[in-house]
């Protein structure tokens, strides 16, 4: 874990040869050079975090600084494709392998009026020109070291874009997939934006086999001023993965951002969720389930800024943890100078199924105004014991009482979800993790 | 302008000049640290070969430790070579003169807490040559302790009457490398308290630093020591609430608690240093390192802090839990205003089996004060049915005061039962309106709703201790809200 600086350097400069080797992007736009040019240069200052950072403390690194991630030159087999049915059966599904557009494998439904959602090679006109207003503005390039890796050597974008006032239930679904290349990176990039009184939902997933990889997925999600975006990713990286990502989002005056995770798979990962609220009115919800098992490590870090008057921001994150599986949950509500009336809550519960599994807690809160109502909670435990024996005492048996309580935990954060494919496609991912699913099944 | 408005460069300054101007050279070493500085303190202490290899074995750690930044505080840079490491007592000659001469805010806010005015005079530093009540007082105490074996000392003393318990507990609960400041502290602590308490004895009495304030300096490295054998009990008590005096601006203090089967400790410390003056020029930097180990069965430690001083406090009194079915509690409340910081907060290390914790933290800020709770409970694989409760209130009372919370949950059993629970409030206007129709005036509402948002670690203080932390908090507040 105290990898020695310099090997670590070692590691930084291999990427920085990458990047001066890679192969001439013809008829890319000046800008996006420009923001490749100031990702590669921001990863050049920051490096790979060092163990003693604070806000890195917890996350094994070394495993990923010690092994050479390369961009494979095109888009390899993946077996995790094969009959692969995505989350969502309704609305268009947009597929990427290897951070390349995937047009075969993807499905093409009518969009929704005013939606423009395509990989931003084949975009132009009001769509192409919001991304270059926006690409880059959001996500944290200079602070987090992957974010920037992803700035420099991104394959393509995914832009969905939403015009002023478009209404839209149909979600758009992206599909991110790795193929099974060993020791390659992938840096697939989602770009959001919302216009002002525009409504729309997003899926976004996040796919690999067998493989050890490294993904640096970022999402940048812009809700311009009432804008309303429902946000769901679902992230089963592929059991030797290492997923390192962020999402950011700014909701402006009224918008409302909703945002739902759900973590399962991969053998490190880890999720920065950055929230600006700049809007008066603005609201922002982030609620994340992660289920670990075996020796898998799940991080999600929360950074909520609330930057003026009455913003209101709600987390709740929720952990099922076996095996010998650590997971950290590390939020922050940051309420600025100023920022009156801030209503902001925080939530963290964990679930230890095994005595080897780790959890980690750290609610945190900054508040640099008085007139704010900021509350939050952390808890960490196992089953009741009274509720698994009033649930003997009615006949159900040891694994069907503990998982019916696995399942009641975990499906408070399913419930709001308001894309019915994707509720019951979750429900599956969580019914899989439970030692009795099929009487759960049955009751439920 | 008081001594203590000085700066800490001011202040080294004029220690400086004291070294020269003390007559007998040996008394004092120049300002910087050193292997040399360590050595001459050691021999100047009567120290034995032990405590100087251990002290320098510090030191030499000490230099390889980065300062630390995590801390959500803001503070020049210190230089550790601008401070002078011994130095003897001050001459009656630098000391202020009267009463008339130190802070006048001050000298009001005892006068409010109704000290006799020859205890006031020893707080502010005063010469004074008149024997106090105090001194007596404390002699007839120390008969009393002899009586049932409770050895109740100065740290030198103990060192030079009981080395064998001082060799065998010092650095145990906090080790020499530990963090920066306790390293610091190791390597040049001067003085300090050292409490034994024999087996099955119930200290009749609570025993206070206070009673040996003008017996000793205890200077700025402070070093206290407190060993709880089986089955016995005691209460300490350190600081006192009135405002107190100091020449120097780095407190860097470190104090270790054992308790073995079945002891029972409590801690409490009121705090009431200098924190600065209205523009937050000056005042103490409190960089304290506290832990309790709970070594045997079904022992008990329990801080209780009031932090009303201090221009920056930086303390984490912590809880080692590793005897079966002990207890680690923590109660705290910290003002902060003015340009006062405090990241104040508590460790509770949960090994042994059955073991409970309980942190009640809470933190009031006002005018520019900034305060942060940060603190960690940690449930160890071993420790089967722990238990952990932890709850930290901040009262905002100005629109650019801050409060901050940072705890770490660290779980590693399933068996254990956390919570962990924060709010943040002001005093609502409605509760002051509330209060004004019934005839309350809005300073006495004031105090009465900051008083009530206390209450439950007020309670956990002695008796008389509550009383005056009572009022200090009026005092402290007062003026701090409309």
Known sequence: MNQPVESIAEQKSVYLRDFEHAPARDGEPEWLTALRRRGIEAFERRGFPHSKEESWRKTRLSQVANTHYTVQPAAGEASVLAGYRPAVEAGPCLVFLDGRFDAERSRWAELPAGVTAAPLSELDGAAATAVENHLGTLAPVDEHPFAALNTAFVQDVMVIHAARGSLSETPISVVFASSDSEEQAVYPRLLVVVESGAELRVVEQH??????????????????????????????????????????????????????????????????IYADLDGTGADVELNGLYLTEGRQFCDHHT??????????????????????????????????????????????????????????????????????????????????????????SRGVGPADAKSMLVFAFANEMLEPIKVSGLHDYERGLLFRRLPGDETVREVV | MSATTKTLEEVTTRDYEAGFVTDIEQDTVPPGLNEDVIRFISAKKNEPEWLLEWRLKAYRNWLNMPHPTWANVNYPPIDFQAISYFSAPKSDDDRPKSLDDIDPKIKETYDKLGIPLYEQEMLAGVAVDAVFDSVSVATSYKEKLAEKGIIFCSMSEAVENHPELVQKYLGTVVPHNDNFFAALNSAVFTDGSFVYIPKGVRCPMELSTYFRINAANTGQFERTLIVAEEGSHVSYLEGCTAPKRDENQLHAAVVELVALDDAEIKYSTVQNWYPGDENGVGGIYNFVTKRGLCQGRNSKISWTQVETGSAITWKYPSCVLRGDNSVGEFYSVAVTRGYQQADTGTKMIHMGKNTRSTIVSKGISAGHGQQSYRGLVRIAPTAENARNYSQCDSM???????????????????????????????????????????????????????????????????????????????????????
Request: glycine share 8%; net charge negative.
């Open chain 2, 396 to 482: 905002l009372m100005s629109d650019t005061c801050g409060a901050h919370t940072f705890p770490y949950i660290d779980c590693q059993n399933p068996s254990a039962q956390m919570e962990h629970e924060a709010t943040t409030s002001k005093i609502g206007e409605d509760q002051i309106f509330y209060c004004k129709q019934r005839g309350i005036s809005e300073e006495d509402a004031v105090s009465l709703i900051v008083n009530g948002f206390c209450k439950d670690v007020f309670r956990t203080l002695p008796m008389e201790f509550a009383v005056e932390a009572q009022k200090l908090m009026e005092i402290t507040l007062e003026d701090s809200v409309g």
């Open chain 1, 303 to 392: 950074w909520v800024s609330h930057n003026t008057e009455h913003t209101t921001s709600r987390q709740v994150f929720k952990g099922v943890l076996d095996g010998r599986s650590e997971t950290v949950f590390d939020g922050l509500v940051k309420v600025a100078e100023g920022a009156q009336k801030t209503d902001a809550q925080q939530e963290n519960r964990n679930l230890l199924m095994s005595k080897m599994a780790l959890a980690h807690s750290n609610p945190r809160l900054e508040i640099y105004a008085d007139d704010v109502k900021c509350s939050h909670g952390s808890t960490t435990g196992q089953l009741d014991k009274e509720a698994l024996f009033y649930l003997r």
């Open chain 1, 207 to 272: 796919v690999g086999g067998g493989a050890n990889y490294l993904s640096c997925p970022v999402t940048e999600l812009v809700a311009a001023d009432g804008a309303i975006l429902d946000y769901y990713r679902v992230q089963e990286p592929g059991d030797a993965a290492r997923q390192l990502g962020t999402v950011s989002t700014r909701a402006g005056k009224d918008a409302a951002v909703r945002m739902h995770t759900l973590a399962a798979g991969g053998q490190l990962s880890r999720t920065d």
